[in-house]
């Protein structure tokens, strides 16, 4: 049913049925608004909880409240048993909290159930997770909250054992444990620390106390050390991690007095940087000042203190093992040469550095030999250097002393035996935001490893991992970061053929290119062979300067892979040299795809850990999931532990427990036999307006989608330069234009070649996903239509009513069938799940798809169904038509799963939607098991476990609800559910229950199919 009501202030209202009930509010729609536009905003001004409806922050307006009505039959009233409830006298003030542990009248910690304010003492009222809280077994207040409560709660019980008599022989801990003995106090915990071990197990073997011992609330264990509190007494068998016995690298340590701040490379006896393992503080010299991790700390080699920090401090490492090569070749020594640079006012000069054979060298030091100008020539501030060119600017006018390596002499490459790729590294001086693609040596992109910031020209803004990061191949630099970066990546080795003939390098091509630009525009110029194919420029300089302005390298003309930019009215003739790049295409893979293997890491400090698989090279890391935070809701994905390629990475002061899944990467390539599939290049006519998008599908001859490879205007018609990425794009087989952009294009496309699919002989299971809203202590088993626990897959917090308590494997997560929220956490849930697989009938005769339109205007799911109504597979979804203004998007705003279309984000129109129809249905025939069902009343919460006779373990197979003893309060899965051999009843629901059980491991209800 459905109320309108008119809402001027502010305001909290509980919504009745005609009986004068609680009813459940399905849907709040706002009717019109009587505030200012846009102030009345869905579950923030105005939202529902069960049935409250909260109306608040200025927002008026005329709401349609839609609520559901439950019809019950009133049952006789009995006297139920009322649940344990004491008073609880908490105080806080406004810089300390207020703690309070519950117990029961034996003294053992409980589950608190309710609290709500008795008597209020303070004058600041308390409210409900605002400044009074409540977890597990204890109330915590703050802000000045001082109150009686009222607690109910569920006495917390340990099964009970019956403990084996003193006078037996002794208890022998399994092998790899030991047996420890932990005697606390109310007030004094116990516990014994392992130096040199890791708790991998804790369990109680015998109890000695009145207080139940239980796990995680009177007793459990860190890493290396055990403990056990509250009063908690008994004898435990403790097991450890056995690491396999691998051969160690030996540790050195040495001690250094420090007395001014210091960043100091820790070396071993060979000269090489070492890697740091332990810094311990042996002697302060300061007045406790000294604080491990802030103002001393350690990472890799290098050894920092700083903050006025001052002592004698002991460094432990261990030298990595190198096997020296055989010492075939000398390294030739450095040769230096004057340079002069001489800059005028803003305007910066270049002077390129070439050996005695005009061959480009690589600089390795730079410094002034003679200062000519007034202005000081200052490293990185008015000169600096990069690859074989020194730049002076702002006035500098000096002769340099440049020292560079001489060209390495040719020699034939022994066979690679080891395919450790090795690492290479560049810098980069990047003053605009940037994305750059880092290429190896081959000219193909290259696997960064790590990416450091030399020296910095903005003020103190780059922040990696936040303005400066890598990604793969590519270097991205944004948000006003300035400075010299220095970039190693991994140059990818490959086998070399033996040497007996000599392979020519390729061949420097130079052409002639004019660019034009003016102050408000940028001009580019692609690039391209004699055939027509992208380039590899190696080198651009000015031919013929045709504006006032003179053009100047990196200044304002620039060149990239295959495309030279003017800007700022630079208009010239260049000559560019480039080089033809080859396409091949790699030969099918015949080695089964790579496993993914999963290691667990356990950091309590800033680590750099480098992951190594399985043949002892560096892995490729796929995924990092947190399991447990260890340090306060500090850990954040991306920020302070990421990774990249093969490295792992923690900071920030986040530490837990970690589970780093990679892949092994392979080291031996397929030859390369097979040949690029050829271009065909056609042409297409798109015109657009300014408020109508045109697009495009391009098919080859036989009417079959293509992969676009690249597009350029071929006849400009609109006015309106159309420009690539700015106002007209393409997809893989796709071309839009847009803001009026009107131009005839050639298209260059290849043809995707068709692949046959293998017979299927299994169907995989579909999945299906549902909307939960939660604001208590949750344990829900998921079911399917067919009401049998399913399998879930996923789940996902949509929107969080808390005030930033959820947090995934914390206080939500799923096992199995059950689905878990606890701890505080409330919000709007997604859990999606597997049903059951079933085996597909043979191929016989297929069934063909049909397709239907289906316009969608609204967000949400809709499911498909065949003509008998039974839900049908989905096999496509296409956009035919659309409404909206380009949202729509295959996967991100449209998708379907099984039978159902989803459609989010705003995206409206016309879909075509092709499925297979559901299989007619067969006569079933039941065969029935010996079940024993027997009627179960529950008038207080409860949590039963059912057995057979003679002890024997049993299985729930259904509960069903005959009489219930309170007005709709009982629901399934809600307040009473079942698992296993538990039926748990809890909340306020009482009823009576007709339980059916059958023995642990027996055969489940078969349904066989009649013959047809």
């Known amino acids: 049913k459905c109320k309108e009501h008119k809402v001027f202030t502010p305001t909290r209202k509980t919504v009745r049925d005609s009986n004068n009930q609680l009813a459940t509010i399905t849907s709040v729609t706002l009717v019109r608004e009587f505030s200012k536009k846009g102030i009345c905003r869905n579950g923030v001004t105005y939202f529902f909880r069960g049935s409250l409806f909260v109306v608040r922050n200025g927002c008026k307006g005329l709401f349609k409240i839609c609520y559901e009505e439950v019809v019950t039959t009133a049952a006789p009233v009995t006297t139920a048993e009322p649940e344990p409830c004491k008073k609880v006298a908490v105080k806080s003030s406004k810089q300390q909290f207020g703690r309070v542990d519950v117990k029961d009248a034996n003294g053992n910690p409980v589950h608190i159930v309710h609290v709500h304010v008795w008597d209020q003492i303070s004058e600041i009222k308390c409210v409900e997770w605002v400044n009074f809280f409540f977890s597990m077994s204890y109330i915590i207040t703050k802000n000045g909250c001082h109150a009686t409560f009222k607690v109910c709660y569920r006495v917390k019980t340990r099964p009970t054992t019956t403990l084996a008599p003193l006078t037996t022989t002794a208890v022998t801990p399994s092998p790899g444990c030991d047996l420890i003995r932990l005697l606390s106090r109310k007030k004094r915990p116990a516990s014994v620390r392992f130096g040199d071990a890791t708790i991998a197990k ?5 109890q000695f106390s009145k207080v139940n011992c239980i796990f995680r609330l009177t007793f459990g264990f860190r890493p290396n050390r055990a403990f056990a509190r509250k009063g908690c007494r008994g004898l435990f068998e403790i097991c450890f991690n056995t690491a396999p016995l691998t051969t160690a690298t030996p540790e050195t340590c040495k001690t250094f007095q420090i007395l001014k701040p210091t960043r100091t490379v820790v070396r071993d006896s060979n000269g090489e940087p070492a890697t740091i393992t332990k810094v311990t503080l042996v002697r302060e010299i300061s007045r406790k000042v000294c604080i491990k991790g802030r103002n001393f700390l350690f990472r890799g080699s290098l050894f920092i203190v700083t903050g006025g920090c001052k002592g004698v401090f002991t460094v432990c490492y261990t030298v990595t093992p190198t096997t020296a090569a055989p010492l075939t070749t000398t390294e030739p020594p450095k040769i230096c040469k004057k340079v002069t640079v001489k800059s005028k006012g803003q305007k910066p000069n270049r002077v390129d550095v070439k050996d005695a054979n005009g061959n480009a060298v690589q600089i390795v030091h730079v410094h002034v030999w003679d200062q000519i100008s007034d202005i000081k020539c200052v490293e990185w501030v008015n000169f600096f250097f990069s690859e074989s060119f020194i730049i002076a600017q702002k006035g500098c006018h000096a002769t340099f002393k440049v020292c560079y390596k001489p060209p ?17 590294c560049k810098l980069f001086k990047v003053l605009k935001p940037s994305r750059i693609t880092v290429t190896g040596s081959n000219g193909q992109p290259a696997t960064i490893v790590s990416v450091s910031l030399r020296r910095e020209i903005s003020r103190r803004v780059c922040k990696r991992g936040r303005n400066f990061f890598f990604r793969g191949p590519v270097f991205t630099v944004r948000r006003g970061c300035k400075g010299v970066f220095r970039v190693c990546y991994l140059n990818d080795q490959t086998t070399p053929a033996p040497l007996t003939t000599t392979t020519e390098p390729p061949v420097k091509t130079c052409k002639k290119v004019t660019v034009k630009s003016t102050l408000t525009q940028n001009g580019r110029v692609d690039v391209t062979d004699a055939n027509g194919n992208s380039v590899q420029i190696v080198h651009v300089h000015v031919w013929d300067q045709i504006s006032v302005r003179k053009c100047i390298e990196w200044v304002n003309f620039f060149y990239f892979e295959s495309y030279v930019v003017a800007q700022k009215g630079c208009h010239a003739t260049f000559k560019v040299c480039f080089i033809s790049v080859t396409t091949t295409t790699a030969a099918p893979i015949t080695t089964a795809p790579p496993t993914v293997k999963c290691k667990k890491y356990l950091i309590f400090k800033p680590t750099r850990k480098i992951v190594i698989g399985s043949n002892n090279q560096q892995a490729a890391i796929t995924r990092i999931v947190l399991l447990h935070e260890i340090s306060k809701r500090v850990c954040r994905r991306g920020v302070n532990f990421f990774f990249r390629g093969s490295l792992f990475v923690v900071n920030g002061g986040c530490k837990g427990k970690f589970q780093v899944c990679f892949v092994d990467i392979p080291t031996t390539l397929a030859p390369l036999t097979t040949t690029a599939p050829p271009k065909v290049c056609k042409q297409i006519t798109l015109k657009s307006t300014k408020t109508r998008i045109a697009k495009a599908d391009v098919k080859d001859a036989n009417g079959n989608p293509v992969q676009i490879v690249h597009v350029h205007v071929w006849d400009q018609i609109s006015v309106l330069k159309c420009v690539e990425w700015v106002n007209f794009f393409f997809t893989d087989s796709r071309i839009v234009a847009k803001g009026g952009c009107q131009a005839t294009f050639k298209v260059c496309y290849t043809v995707v070649p068709t692949t046959t699919a293998a017979p299927l002989t299994t169907t995989a299971p579909p999945v299906r996903c549902k909307k939960y809203r939660i604001f208590t202590h949750t344990r829900k088993v998921v079911r399917d239509s067919n009401n049998n626990p399913a399998t879930i897959t996923s789940v996902t917090l949509k929107r969080e009513f808390s005030k930033h308590v959820c947090r995934r494997g914390k ?77 729509c998007a295959n996967p991100a705003t449209f998708s379907f799963s099984g039978s159902l279309i989803q459609v989010d984000s705003g995206c409206k129109g016309v879909f075509i939607v092709c499925f297979l129809p559901a299989p007619p249905p067969v006569p079933l025939t039941t065969v029935n098991p010996n079940l024993k069902c027997r009627k179960h009343t529950f008038k207080v919460p409860t949590e039963k476990t059912f057995v057979l006779p003679k002890n024997q373990p049993a299985e729930i197979v259904s509960v069903e609800l005959v009489r219930e003893l309170e007005n709709g309060v009982c629901t399934l899965n809600t307040n009473y559910f079942f698992s296993g051999a538990t039926l748990i009843v809890r909340g306020t629901c009482k009823g009576v229950f007709i339980v059916c059980i059958r023995p642990a491991g027996a055969q489940p209800l078969t349904t066989t199919a009649a013959p047809s």
């Open 202 to 206: 804790m369990t109680l073997v015998r």
């Open 408 to 424: 390495k002499p040719t020699t034939t490459a022994a066979p690679l035996t080891t395919t450790q790729p090795p690492v290479k």
């Open 811 to 887: 206080n939500f997560f799923f096992r199995g069938s059950l689905f878990v929220v606890r701890m505080g956490c409330k919000g709007l849930f997604k859990v999606c799940y597997n049903l059951k697989p079933t085996t597909a009938a043979p191929l016989t005769t297929a069934s063909p798809a049909k397709c239907r339109k289906f316009t969608l205007k609204e967000n949400g799911e809709r499911e498909v169904r065949d003509s008998r109504g039974q839900p049908a597979v989905i096999t496509s979804i296409t956009l035919k038509r659309e409404f909206s203004s380009n949202v």
